[in-house]
């Protein structure tokens, strides 16, 4: 058995898989009527100030965006797993209770949307804290699950699991299985995993989908990569993985709204507009067809289908 997590907080060393203690799930779903649920994920964020000014407000934007999604939800009857930013349920908490108040379920998204890895222990802690916080305060339900914001869980910061756990997470959806310029760990397993942890603790790591088809990985998960790939391509996808495994997408409340960058178009670059725009129109036209043709659920939900829970 490897050992556990080394390179955590005390050091800035960095780790590789095989310094990792993972325990593979066994994947058991509790019927063959229960096992096609893709959990429909949904990171909560105000996008001027999530991609461009950390220090910028939460704008009633966030509001409005969210609303479209939960619109798009209840046409097709789904439930979703809603990872909220913590300014965000600090600014609007009414928003949050009403997500709630759907049926949908309440996870963290950190506070601040500023980067894991640019923390020190101590700062994330604080961030963990908070973004607990301001969510449990505005809905009044417990928050277990978290994931980071930009997947900023990697190799060089995997000590982030320890205090995820020491805060009182006990699942974790920040690591991407597969290597970007900006994120990524390569070679992650693309299956659920119990990661045993240096400071006695265990956390459970779910990642989004990744389709590995002919040895390649293929990011299906959503964000730019559902803006970029074709429909009919993401339903194959999600249908291979859901055959073997939990499949996890995400999106973003701005995501629904074709409009949103024209708001900033005098204020930011152009090279941040195209990459931001391209493929915005056609973002929830895709969102439809996938939820007429795939069953979708919430996090939680899924996770206990599948005997992980």
Known sequence: MNKGITGHSKSNKQSDISSIQLS?????PDSIDQIAKIAFTIDVED??????DFDAPITVQVVINTERVMAVLDHYNTKATFFIQGLVAETFPNLIRSILAEGHELQ??????RPLHKMDRKALQTELER???????????????????DFTIGLDNLWALEVLAETGFKVDSSIFPFKTHRYGISGWP???????LQNGAEILEVPVAIWSFGGIR?????????RLIPGVVLEKSLRS??????????????????QELDYFNEQI????IFSQGIGRKSFVGKINYLLRQLPFGRFDQVLETWGIL
């Open 269 to 272: 670059n152009r090279v941040t």
């Open 47 to 52: 996008w001027y100030q999530s991609c461009i």
């Open 108 to 113: 963290s998204h950190g506070y601040s949307h």
């Open 24 to 28: 593979e799930m066994t994947l058991v």
């Open 131 to 149: 973004s607990r916080k301001t969510i449990e305060d505005a809905a009044g339900v417990r928050v277990s699950a978290f994931r980071a914001q």
């Open 241 to 258: 993985i859901l055959s073997k495994q939990p499949a996890v997408i995400y999106c973003h409340p701005y995501e629904f709204n074709t």
């Open 190 to 196: 693309l299956t659920p995993q119990r990661i045993q």
């Open 218 to 226: 293929i990011p299906v998960a959503g964000g730019g990569y559902f």
